[in-house]
């Protein structure tokens, strides 16, 4: 008997969710491709640990890692950031919300989730945990030369990605908005899994998770007013359905 060989792990593969668009990560947390003319767009940087994910899944759709002219960050949370700064190392261009980017540029200027406050009795709550080591996000990765966008702002990039500032989960947190695709990427202002109790569906994030509830709540209209009809966010499934309706069941 030799040493087990690795198995490729199948909640790592990449799946096509939309026309182009493609869904990354592993099955707790969420990253994204976004396929236009042969250039891409990436939507959040998963753990430290995960570039070689985003690698391996260009490489299945025949594209090197040149061939991405952006990554966008939903905001600076270690498991959203978290290849970003290797990335940026390498050439590729890493945009943040302007209110996010001292937090991006340095970890200790934005408000971490502290693991201590979390309901560890919760085996969902140790997976999770699990998993976010695994991704490497127990470690953060500050991006020197983060660039900044505003809200409201088209970025020239593939899938024509619009800013919608989001706030409250993080102070500088956004959510990208394709409007020809009508596919929204919500990063952590809205959810569909509870990583803390394994259940699905559009929601907030537990209280503990943001750092002002208040406002998070508050910046789900801007997401309600969009024409988007796949809700694609940092934790959990691909949701289809007019958004207002996932905002209507996250208020509760
Ligand atoms: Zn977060
Ligand atoms: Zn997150």
Not at 74 to 103: C, L, M, N, P, Y
């Amino acid at each position: 008997m030799g040493m087990a060989r690795p198995r490729p792990d199948r909640l790592t593969a990449m799946h096509e969710v939309a026309t182009g668009v493609h869904r990354l990560g592993r099955k707790r947390h969420n990253f994204y491709v976004v396929v236009e003319g042969g250039r891409v767009t990436v939507v959040d940087a998963g753990g430290c640990n995960e570039l070689g994910l985003l690698v391996d899944g260009l490489t299945t759709l025949g594209m090197p890692l040149d061939a991405v002219e952006a990554i966008v960050v939903t905001h600076a949370h270690t498991d959203h950031i978290g290849f970003a700064a290797e990335a940026s190392r390498q050439g590729i261009a890493v945009k943040v919300h302007e209110a996010e980017a001292a937090f991006a540029r340095d970890h200790s200027a934005g408000t971490q989730v502290a693991t201590g406050d979390l309901p560890l009795w919760r085996p969902h709550v140790i997976l999770f945990l699990a998993e976010m080591v695994r991704a490497g996000a127990q470690r953060a990765m500050p991006v020197p030369g983060v660039e900044t966008v505003r809200d409201g702002e088209v970025l020239d990039l593939p899938g024509r990605p619009r800013v919608v500032a989001t706030p409250g989960h993080t102070a500088g947190h956004a959510a990208y908005f394709l409007p020809e695709r009508h596919v929204l990427f919500s990063g952590d202002a809205l959810v569909t899994l509870d990583v803390t109790t394994g259940t699905p569906g559009p929601r907030l994030l537990p209280d503990v998770f943001h750092g002002d509830v208040v406002q998070a709540r508050r910046s789900l209209e801007q997401l309600a007013a969009l024409d988007a009809r796949l809700l694609l966010p940092g934790h959990g499934a691909p949701w289809h359905g007019p958004i207002a309706e996932a905002v209507r069941a996250a208020l509760g």
